[in-house]
């Protein structure tokens, strides 16, 4: 390992990311093939940055930016 911490991201900063609400990310967060969290703290649960940048990038559809950009999410 580097020494760098881990990029690390809640319900709050994936609603950001997709622009859809925070009920939503985790209707995602319970699919089978959504990165399992690496914990769950009083807040809620919380997932490796690149894990679910890396699952974003193969269910959003291509050219299919919403108003956030982000575009939307299978």
Same mark, same amino acid.
Request: aromatic residues 8%; proline residues 7%; neutral net charge.
């Given at each position: /390992? %580097?020494?760098? +911490?881990?990029?690390?991201?809640? !319900?709050?900063? $994936?609603? %950001?990311?997709?622009?859809?609400?925070?009920?939503?990310?985790?209707? /995602? !967060?319970?699919? +089978? %093939?959504?990165?399992?969290?690496?914990?769950?703290? !009083?807040? #809620?649960? $919380? &997932?490796?940055? %690149?894990?679910?940048? !890396? &699952? $974003?990038? @193969?269910?959003?559809?291509?050219?299919?930016?919403?108003?956030? #950009?982000?575009?939307?999410? @299978?």
């Amino acid at each position: /390992m %580097d020494g760098e +911490s881990p990029r690390l991201v809640g !319900a709050h900063e $994936i609603r %950001d990311l997709l622009g859809v609400s925070r009920q939503r990310v985790y209707q /995602m !967060a319970g699919r +089978s %093939d959504f990165p399992r969290p690496v914990a769950t703290l !009083a807040q #809620g649960k $919380i &997932w490796a940055f %690149d894990e679910v940048e !890396a &699952w $974003i990038g @193969t269910h959003r559809y291509p050219g299919g930016a919403g108003p956030t #950009g982000a575009g939307h999410v @299978t």
